[in-house]
């Protein structure tokens, strides 16, 4: 018995020298944040003034990737803009980036279809008066061409949803199949406002600048239109 009590103490001594010796490790694991951010978590950010983009507010992201969705061949588009949307977590978002300062020969060297990385350092998150969300101060070494001609599909709206749902769509790739309000004439062209209307009475314009290269093409009394939710005067279009 008493051989057993003195094996029983030698082994809590044993344990609690084991335990002492055991040195805590101070060095837990530490996550890295992701350098690539989306555009769903950059609209995010707008609260109504200007944002500077920085490490700070990007929670140490440094860049976005998307697909510019505009075409700027078309004409339909303000000059100086681009629209870029990506996907992320199944949320398609996008937004209009202000090229101006550095467009080529006075050209806007981007196509739709091209996939593109932003370097968002300094970069002004903006809203501009029709409440569009805009990117500003982005330099010509800020952003890059990855690959050209990628096929983008449009992401079909009603109207219903695009007018309740606006800031979702804004500067995206949709189609939404309705009506003219007025029944055209034949080859009544594209080209200025036509009202839009679905079977329950929405109603939403439909916008081609005079510029459009497919101004004078003939528009369809009713069709599946596509193109990017843009706001004009405080109105929705789709051009």
Known sequence: MKNLKNIALISIIASTMLTGCIKEDENFAVGQNNPETSLYNIRN??????????????????????????????????????????TWRSQTRGILVDIGSFKANGTIPYAFGDSVV????????????D?????????????????????????????????????????????LTADLETEPANGTPLKGNKILIDGEQNKLNLFTAEGANFA???????????????KENKEIQLR
């Open 45 to 86: 950010l707008h609260k109504g003034s200007d944002v500077t983009l920085d490490a700070q507010s990007l929670y140490e992201a440094k860049y976005i990737k998307g697909v510019v969705i505009s075409n700027a061949a078309g004409n339909n588009i303000p000059q100086n803009y681009i629209a870029v949307q990506n």
């Open 118 to 129: 932003i370097n968002l350092e300094n970069m002004v998150l903006s809203s501009q008066e």
């Open 131 to 175: 409440d569009l969300l805009v990117l500003k101060n982005l330099k010509e070494d800020n952003i890059e061409i990855i690959n050209s001609g990628n096929i983008v599909a449009s992401r079909a709206v009603s109207i219903t949803a695009l007018i309740n749902k606006f800031q979702d769509y804004e500067s995206t790739y949709i189609d």
């Open 216 to 230: 004078n093409d003939p528009v369809a009394p009713s069709a599946t239109f596509v193109g990017i939710p843009y």
